[in-house]
């Protein structure tokens, strides 16, 4: 269960000192290290090594990936948490991290070349659009949102809780700047060498990104209920697997932007299929949005089946097509998956009984 907030009245403008207090309480307990702790690592581990975007066979590399995400995740989580619940401006600064990490440190998002981005379709400006697409969503919801949905799972006592005092925070924000940094020199200089983005290009994605963050960070601070000893009735609510499998199909539709039909990319057709995927997110975040708000009937079974879907998607792309050329990577890949998904599914079973009884 989430720990309910006490009510308020209080509903009058803070001063400037009173709101940067509010914004940076006091540090946490102790205890509240091995929810960060976790959180910090789960990053790196499903949105990489999950994905075999870090491999087995290369496992050092998460020296320079996991100060970067692991950080990032943890700023991301600790600024929201400070001033609300929702999930809006968490994925409004995960916008913002995608834009940081593949726009201005790896420039992923400007480089023909990078996973052969220009054959994807979709190349505008100078652009990689289709990729654009596919890598926005990707870092909202597998390097930021299901990390922090998994760890506020596992350590529900705290899960609207901030985790970090102010040198906690400050010392993330210092090292995922320097990470940032490490991680664009040395992916410029061993894995894309040569490739520089227009200066203009970097200027609008930095500008963007400062849109989004500030549009997160400026996201109005969440206000207890005066009724909150009344509790909503149930609504009729999808059993937690069906939203396992709808979650499972979204992550389908992001993963098949890099298999659009090789005759309609060099096409402006290609846009058919992109409006399409952004077309059905909408949609569907938006019925989520109804299913999960007030709603006693939403459970954490369904929050882990959330989860469950895309990590399914991800894992098995990663099996089939990133790491196809390495036997061994394959099998790390495939059994960390197993593992992962096994886990998840019996916590998921977990939470539908708790329910039950």
């Known amino acids: 269960m989430v720990p309910t907030q006490k009510a308020t009245t209080h509903l009058e403008q803070p001063t400037a000192s009173e709101s940067a207090s ?38 050092g590399g998460l020296i320079l990936v996991a100060p970067f995400y692991g950080c990032g995740v943890l700023l991301i989580r600790e600024l ?32 023909p070349n990078f996973v052969n981005a220009a054959k994807l379709g979709g190349r505008w400006l100078g652009v990689n659009f289709v990729l654009t697409q596919w890598e926005l969503g990707y870092h909202i919801v597998w390097s930021i949102c299901i990390p922090i949905a998994i760890t506020e ?30 991680l664009g020199a040395a992916f410029r200089r061993m894995i894309m060498p040569g490739f520089h983005a227009p200066s203009l290009h970097l200027l609008i994605t930095a500008g963007l990104a400062c849109v989004f963050a500030l549009s997160a960070l400026t996201w109005p601070r969440a206000k207890a209920s005066t009724n909150s000893a009344q ?35 060099p096409n402006n057709t290609v846009t058919i299929f992109m409006v399409a995927q952004v077309g059905f997110t909408a949609v569907l975040v938006w019925r989520l949005k109804i299913l999960s708000t007030n709603n006693p009937g939403w459970t954490d079974a369904h929050r882990w089946a959330l989860v469950f879907g895309p990590v399914l998607v991800s894992s098995s792309f990663g099996v089939v097509a990133v790491t196809a050329d390495s036997r061994i990577d394959q099998i790390g890949v495939a059994s960390f998956a197993i593992v992962t998904l096994t886990t998840l599914l019996i916590l998921a079973r977990r939470g539908a009984r708790s329910v039950t009884r």
């Open 22 to 59: 509010q914004f940076l309480p006091e540090p946490t307990p102790k205890s509240a290290i091995w929810p960060a702790l976790v959180l910090f690592l789960m990053s790196p581990l499903i949105a990489e090594v999950l994905l075999g975007a870090t491999r087995l066979t290369k496992i």
């Open 231 to 265: 509790t909503p009735a149930p609504r009729r609510t999808p059993p937690w697997w069906l939203v396992g499998i709808l979650a499972a199909i979204w992550g389908t539709s992001l993963f098949g932007l890099f298999v659009i039909p090789a005759s309609i990319k």
């Open 80 to 111: 929201v948490r400070r001033r609300t619940t929702s999930w809006w401006p968490v994925v409004l600064l995960g916008a913002a991290y995608m834009l940081v990490e593949e726009g201005l440190a790896l420039q992923t998002l400007f480089n």
């Open 153 to 182: 799972l596992l350590f529900p006592a705290r899960r609207t809780q901030p985790w970090l005092g102010r040198l906690g925070v400050s010392v993330c924000a210092i090292v995922f700047a320097l990470a940032a940094l490490a």
